[in-house]
Structure formats: C-alpha cells, structure tokens
C-alpha cells in the first residue's frame, strides 16, 4: 500500500515537472511590448500544426518562431517589419488574414460576390411573392373557392 502511494506520488512529480519545463518564460519590461507579442504570436499559424497559432502550439518550429518574435520585439522592429520577416521567412501560409494583393483577390472577392449576389436574390424572391400574391384570381380559381367554401360550410 505505502509502495503504490509513493509510486503515485513520485508520478505526480514527474507529470508537474515535465509540464513546467513546457512552459516558455518571456519577460518584458514594457507591458506594451508584453501585449505586441501576444498578438503577434496569436495573430501567426503554426507551419507544421493544422489551424493552431503559434502561441498555442508546441512543436518545435512554433517555438522557434515565438523566439524570433520576441527577439524582433527586442530590436524594436514595428508589428508589420515583424509580420514581414515571418512571412518572408515561412510564406504567407502563417497569416490568419492574408493580405489584398494581386494573387489573393480572388478569396476576398468570392464571399463578398456572394453576399452581394444573396442579397439579390433575396430581393427578386421577395418582389416576386408580393407580385404573385397580389394578383387577383381568375373567373375558374374563384368558382372552385367557393366550391371548397359552400363544401367547408355543408359538413
């Protein structure tokens, strides 16, 4: 019994031990730069993890982009100059939000095509029932209404 407490207990340290040293200490003196960073690191997918930020994620590639954001925030580079570095160093693929060039015009226009062609759509669908609804029924759907009416009315 004393065994298996100890055996637990020696488990349990090496669990907590084993999930400090994953986590990475960044100090800074200035709490804005502190902020920069968490957005930046927030703000960049991982390359090797599928949809996770880098802040996020513990593969080693993550890692060494944390480090390179920070040391980039140390120099005193501006978020863009930080962005573009990364960029040029892992591709665009890194960016949440890619940006409007020449070769991304096509997925922002497509969703913003798409909701102007809904709405449209929804406008003509929309005119059309009011036009079919407003007009007035002819000598034969008037005759058969009131078939269904006097038939309602007998029963």
Sequence with gaps: MALMRLLALLVGLLVNVASLAAIEVRSFDDPVLERRYADLTASMRCPLCEN??????????AADMRQRVFELLQEGQSDSEIVDHMVTR?????????RLENRTYLLWGVPIALVV??????????RARRHAS??????????RLAALLNRKRSS
Excluded at 52 to 61: F, K
Excluded at 90 to 98: H, R
Excluded at 134 to 143: K, N
């Design 52 to 61: 996770q930020a880098i802040d996020d994620s513990n593969a080693p590639i």
């Design 90 to 98: 892992f591709g665009e693929y890194i960016l949440y939000n890619p």
């Design 117 to 126: 062609l809904a709405t449209l759509l929804v406008i003509l669908l929309v």
């Design 134 to 143: 407003s007009q007035a029924l002819s000598d034969q759907e008037r005759e």
